[in-house]
Structure formats: structure tokens, C-alpha cells
């Protein structure tokens, strides 16, 4: 053999290595890559979901004002976060915050999970 060494690339019609396929694995790489960045800092802050229509006093979020609704992130907001968010909702009527429950994946892809309180 005279020493040539053919590496694992394919070759083009024209002879020439074809190396689109290491391309764009680079560019799929970097649009990924980017959108986990993207995504990483959208973790929002928790917020009471009583989010209503322009001029009126309607909410159309789930949140009312004897059951506070909550939408958080789990891997950035603690239980004692949320109960003093719904304390301080509940305080507004003069009564306490008590946990009811929580459902996953029903708010922002920022803050996925809503908690659910009442007060008495």
C-alpha cells in the first residue's frame, strides 16, 4: 500500500470529502445548546395567577380573592415561599392561608406548576 489513509468521511460525487453531515451536527449542537440557555433563564418568580381583562375587575386567572392560586417553579420556590405569598394574599381579607393542593404543568413554561390555598 502506498500510504494512503482514508478517513471515516464520506466523499462527494466530485471526490471531495463530504462533510455536511459534521456540519450540521455542529449547527443542530448550537441550536440546541442555545435553546437550553434560553430556557435555563427563563425561571420566573412565583406571581398569583389573577390576571384579568383590560378595564374590568373580573379575573380570568384562577386565583379569587378567598382562594389564592399560585404558579411557581418547583426547583426555584420553597413551600415557605409559597405559603408567605398566600399569607400575604389572604391577609387582604383578614384570614389565614391554608395549603389545598397543586397541579403540575398548568401555568407558564417559566413557573409550570400552580399551588392552591384557602383562606379561612
Given at each position: 500500500m502506498s500510504g494512503l489513509h482514508l478517513s471515516s468521511c464520506e466523499y462527494s460525487a466530485s471526490g471531495r470529502p463530504d462533510r455536511s453531515g459534521r456540519?450540521?451536527?455542529?449547527?443542530?449542537?448550537?441550536v440546541v445548546l442555545g435553546q437550553a440557555i434560553l430556557l435555563a433563564g427563563c425561571s420566573g418568580a412565583p406571581w398569583v395567577d389573577s390576571?384579568?381583562?383590560?378595564?374590568?375587575?373580573?379575573?380570568?386567572?384562577?386565583?379569587?380573592?378567598d382562594r389564592p392560586v399560585i404558579c411557581y417553579d418547583p426547583d426555584v420556590t420553597s413551600a415557605a415561599q409559597l405559603q408567605a405569598?398566600?399569607?400575604?394574599?389572604?391577609?387582604?381579607?383578614k384570614r389565614h392561608a391554608r395549603f389545598s393542593g397543586v397541579t403540575r404543568w398548568q401555568c407558564t413554561m417559566a413557573t409550570p406548576d400552580r399551588a392552591y390555598y384557602s383562606c379561612q
Open positions: 456540519w450540521g451536527r455542529r449547527v443542530m449542537l448550537a390576571r384579568r381583562e383590560a378595564g374590568t375587575q373580573t379575573t380570568r386567572g384562577e386565583s379569587r380573592p405569598m398566600a399569607e400575604q394574599e389572604c391577609a387582604k381579607t
